[in-house]
């Protein structure tokens, strides 16, 4: 009896909160993998008088679902997780509200290629594949400097990627082979890894703490399709103090996808005013500074500090992988589809 | 035809039997009569095969049961709280045993019908046993556990869930139906009534043991102990002294008796029991011998005779059946038949487990 | 003459009550079942871009996820089945040191994450793990012998890892309250012990494993983080496939229809799983349950009791220590075997902030938040299924359609289910503010199923006649049920509360998109941790996990000692 009336206390007080006149807080609709200091978004409440409300709404495809089908209604002001894999779906929806936030001008070279103004980039980071370099070391391999070179036999059964279907990386590699070999022989370059024994997991966590051999769950395969940054966190996340990382990026021509996060303003957001402010603060140097750390990609911002453990740790691809976002989202079913269909049998 | 040798068995650590040993003989209905917990249904489930005992044989005909598992003994068990199958109508639950012996069907239905008009419940083959009322269960048990013609027929307390007047009626059903089957029948109650009813012979059970055996009227006119006449209800007792050996006297707060000689040895001076078989009330005052003055203290009806308690002499409480009332304070005349006197020694004549 | 009027009214009230006690949860799953997923098949319906909905390749695809769902499966119950009857039967007959223990251990993987349970495995039989690494050494091997991730073998035993404790709680409690009485006397009417499984225990216990199995094949139909983490991409079930339509593809026709078709299946499974169960219900005497528990006294029983306890243990207890030690082992020492040097370090860890992260789960604070939403679904879904349980014996047929109903959201997929409550309950944005507040709702619905597939054939095994007895003194209803019958459902009703906590506190899929960052839970401190590469993140996770653990045996211990809480029977 007595949960009974919990629960009536929780429902009638949740009634009585949503029918007082409280400020509105600025809603900001995220994926579950974004994160911030404390001390960041406290700066900019304080200084506009609001309140910041984050709705973590799952990973990308999610969190862009969630706000496609909240169109008429938005339940959030800014919507925050975008990314160039998914641009051109987001903005043929037309959710977004063009503007071009302050502090536009200092956006860095790399993600300046993108369509109109309705989104805005904020950080982007880099898809690449990174290795055990003890394993590396102690069988005395050289390291794959090429797509080509995974399909060496030496490799074999050393590759673990991720399922494009169901992971953000994973698709996010498959793009780096298109981008490689075209969209009419990528599938013949994975039938190679096929062959080679490249095994597939289907999202992350699996692949990195199962699988790969670098990370503490000590899997059994040296390489793994990972973030840049990988290798940087895992010297800053090292239970011991670390002089390198165990781990490092492939960063051949190609190798690494390049991954832009954007953000935008959602057409019939309540706090447009303050919407605005608050895509201005996402450029701004106090908030950029802070996204490495707490997100693990690099800042758009040119001006904005990167940190020492990136510079020491994290491999920059000097040719990243780039693909076209409008062929992306014409093709991406497709392309998945044909994966899939190679590895399902 | 059953020969139960020296069993033995603990319970939770405790002992439960402790050499325990009789014999049934065909067409024999033997009542284990004791009190409820003391281990008769156990002794029942060890017969069955159930259970095993720690030590002691069991013999069917001079074979030993020992190596031979339940469901080969071929002995009829009726529970105590029926062990109806709940999932099966009354006609299955009594088909039950016959099915299972891959009898022909045209057999079974026949058998079925048999034993349902035995017990009086022809019509109620097709009735689910959960509607059923006590005394309808009682007996579909009952015809279930003699259908498949067992060797032997055991039944624990049988009258254990019914209520006063429908075990009183079932009782007579019962004592018929027993009649008429001529297998071995073990009987096990705590009630002596039931026990006096049925039994050809009856073992008394206490404390692990059989303390006493024989015919209903042999146990209750010689209860061997006073545990015994206690549990059989025979409480009219007095304490005395022996004076004298032979003829065997004993002094006792109303007066001395002499009595037939028991057998034991007893010495003068040495603290005896005394049971007082017979007790009547007298018709006329005469005040002779054995006759002695006693108050009425207490009365209960008991349907068609009368319970009185009554306090003879001023020393002596006993308890009397008449069939009028009398009410407390009433003075009456009582005399003692001395010849129906027992006596036996102090404490326990058993040992305990 | 006023007795039997008095009776007459008495019956006409009870069939009255009844009928409004059976609104409340008809009411309840109209709002938050049917209004959510009406929302979404309307919006699958209308929209208009996907060109891709019905074409021939989609429909393989479709047709292939349905096919493997089914054999992954049909596989899993099976294996289930054969560990979880042997396993009942160890627990509805037997008594043995460890007893307790035994079945509070097999029931926490219920409550893992499927995150979890990977890197479980992963530490015992991972490429380091330690049976591999003593197996290796014991054999001198080069290679790791057991390589488990990626295989369909891994799903079936996660499978089997997960639900085993429903047969042990299901079927083990009606095994429990069966009287050993019936069985003896089959066996003194010459049934063999064999014969008299076959007909005497095993019917009596057919309503118990229909329903274990009903529950284990829908919760394995349904399966999705184990398809995803333990399997690999070669595996697909529908639920799979919804999730991959739906967000990576957006295509909410084909995600709907895949819904639908998933839906269909557990309907058909549910209603042929009705058809079977024919047997009455067994009234029960409660002075014949303690008699069924012994000790195992002969040697064929001991080594039964051994060897049952042998692979429960190899089989849960096992990853679930290997879990708790990785906790407290520093990364330098797994692949050692040789030293191991524990530390609480990774527990420190988790209660500070140190990169001042906005989301910072404050371990108690997400263990305090987790608890009382397991409490609070807990008692919303047995306060349903005693509504439903009660007010389905005013008719067979409404008790027959509210059977279905309440299995409905054991088939819905979870995926399309949030949607739906997206789509239902986004009216305002102060409406989604006060999201958590669904969040027990959304708990108990997927609770609903297993809670009434416990408490219903309880109740309905109360002998009726108790009910006349009382109603002829003049007993009100209400007051009699709650006096009579309530008491003697109380092992079932500690199951189903035991059950409907576990879903809560380890629920994380469905029920994401309705959580807030200010009210963290400890599942998705998990998840937060373990998202990041690194070894304290790594360490940080598992610590979470333990914790996530531990909640859940002191919840389960708690529970169960409800039970001798005093009530007059």
Known sequence: ?345 | MLKVIDLEKEYEGKPLLCGVSFEVGADETVCLLGRSGGGKSTILRIIAGLEEAESGQIFWEHQNLARIPAHHRSFGLMFQDYALFPHLDVFENIAFGLRIKKLDSQYINERVAEVLALVGMDTFGQRSVHDLSGGEKQRVAFARAIAPDPKMLMLDEPMGALDRTLRDQLLKDLQSLLAVTDIPVIYVTHDQEEAFAVADRILILNDGQIIQEGTPQDVYSHPKDLWVASFLGLNNRLSGRIVELDPFTVETPIGSFEIDCPSGEYRIGSSVELLFMDIQICQTIKTQGNTFPAEVTGHRFQGYDHKIKICIAGKFDADLITDHALHPGEIIQVSINTQSVLCFAKGKQHENC | MARIVHQLMAIRTKDRLNRLVLLIPVLFLLSFYFFPMIKIAYRSLMQTDSLFALKGENMRIAWRSIRFSFLQAFLSTVITACLGVPAAYLFGRFIFPGRKIMRLISTLPFILPTVVVAAAFNALVGKNGWINLFLMRFFDLSQAPIQLFGTLGAILLAHVFYNTSIFIRVVGTAWERLDTNTEDAARVLSASPWQTFKKVTFPLLLPSILSAVLLVFLFDFTSFGVILLMGGAQFATIEVEIYIQTTQFLNLRLAGLLSLIQLFFSIITSLISKRLDNAPFVPIIPASIEKALRKPDTRRKKIFVFFINGILVILIAMPLGALILRSVLTSENIGSYGTLDFSLANYQRIFVNERDALFFVPPFTALRNSILFALAAMAISIIMAICVAVGSSWSSRAGKIMDVFVMLPLGTSAVTLGLGFLLAFSASRAMVAYFPVLIPVAHSLIALPIVVRIIQPALQAIPSNQHDAAITLGVPYARLWWKLDLPMIKKPLITAAIYAFAVSLGEFGATTFLSRPEIPTLPVAIFRYIGLPGQENYGKAMAMAVILLLACTAGFVAIENLQDIPVRE
């Open chain 1, 1 to 345: 009896m007595k949960f009974k009336h919990m629960i009536l206390f929780l429902f009638g007080a949740a009634v009585i909160f949503s029918c007082t006149a409280a400020p509105q807080p600025l809603v900001v609709m995220t994926h579950d993998s974004f994160a911030i200091s404390e001390s960041v978004i406290s700066a900019f409440e304080e200084e506009h008088g609001v309140e910041l409300t984050f709705l973590p709404s799952g990973d990308a495809g999610s969190t862009l679902n969630r706000a496609i089908l909240s169109k008429d209604a938005p339940v959030a002001d800014v919507l925050y997780g975008v990314d160039n894999t998914f641009l051109s779906r987001a903005l043929s929806e037309d959710l977004f509200l063009p503007y071009t936030p302050d502090g536009f001008e200092n956006l860095v070279a790399d993600v300046l290629n993108f369509p109109g103004n309705q989104l805005t980039p904020i950080d982007f980071g880099y898809v690449c594949i990174n290795y055990d370099k003890a394993y590396f070391e102690e069988q005395d391999l050289d390291v794959p400097q090429t797509f080509d070179d995974l399909l060496d036999p030496t490799y074999s059964g050393l590759l673990v990627v991720q399922n494009p279907a169901t992971s953000s990386p994973g698709l996010a590699f498959l793009l780096a082979t298109i981008t490689e070999y075209g969209p009419e022989g990528y599938l013949a370059f994975w039938e190679g890894l096929k062959e080679n024994g490249v095994v597939v997991a289907n999202d992350w966590e699996t692949a990195y703490y199962t699988n790969f051999s670098g990370s503490a769950g000590e899997g059994s395969q040296p390489m793994v399709v990972s973030y840049g940054t990988s290798p940087a966190a895992e010297v800053i996340f090292a239970e011991a103090e670390l002089e390198t990382s165990p781990t490092a990026s492939l960063v051949g021509a190609n190798m690494c996808f390049q991954q832009i996060e954007y953000a935008g303003i959602l057409k019939g957001a309540e706090q447009e005013a303050l919407a605005k402010k608050f895509m201005d603060y996402m450029l701004s140097e106090e908030f950029q500074n802070d996204i490495p750390m707490n997100m693990f990609v690099y800042p758009v911002n040119r001006l904005a500090e990167i940190p020492r453990e990136f510079i020491e740790f994290a491999q920059v691809p000097k040719k990243p992988a780039i693909l076209d976002t409008d062929l992306i989202a014409e093709n991406r079913e497709t392309w998945i589809a044909s994966w899939r269909e190679l590895f399902t049998n």
